[in-house]
Nanobody, 119 residues
Framework: QVQLVESGGGLVQPGESLRLSCAAS????????MAWYRQAPRRQRELVAFIASEGTTNYAESVKGRFAISRDNTKNTVWLQMNSLKPEDTDAYYCNAKWPVIGGFGEAWGQGTQVTVSS
């Protein structure tokens, strides 16, 4: 069973930066598509960014140019560098892993880490 452990959340002021980390307990991490989602109370979880196994990335329009997702397959870790943070980036951020299995895909979620942007 794949376990994902996030870290790096916290309280920052507008314009500052944070770097979230997600460590996976997986032997085939390099084959996973890794993603970061975020969710506020009473709102749907939304995709922030993903990085495919070969390195292709994609971002939500609201974070393009400010956030960057990256991975190191030797460390089973994915990061989300968040720059120029805004109050509307305040959310719980969740790490997600997807991998191919026969007939579909497997999936795992982290426990979430809170990001609060406030002056």
């Amino acid at each position: 069973q794949v376990q994902l452990v996030e870290s790096g959340g916290g309280l920052v002021q507008p314009g500052e930066s944070l770097r979230l980390s997600c460590a996976a307990s997986a032997t085939t991490f390099s084959t996973y598509t890794m993603a970061w989602y975020r969710q506020a109370p009473r709102r749907q979880r939304e995709l922030v960014a993903f990085i495919a196994s070969e390195g292709t990335t994609n971002y939500a329009e609201s974070v393009k140019g400010r956030f960057a997702i990256s991975r190191d397959n030797t460390k089973n870790t994915v990061w989300l560098q968040m720059n120029s943070l805004k109050p509307e980036d305040t959310d719980a951020y969740y790490c997600n892993a997807k991998w191919p299995v026969i007939g579909g895909f497997g999936e795992a979620w982290g426990q979430g880490t809170q990001v609060t942007v406030s002056s």
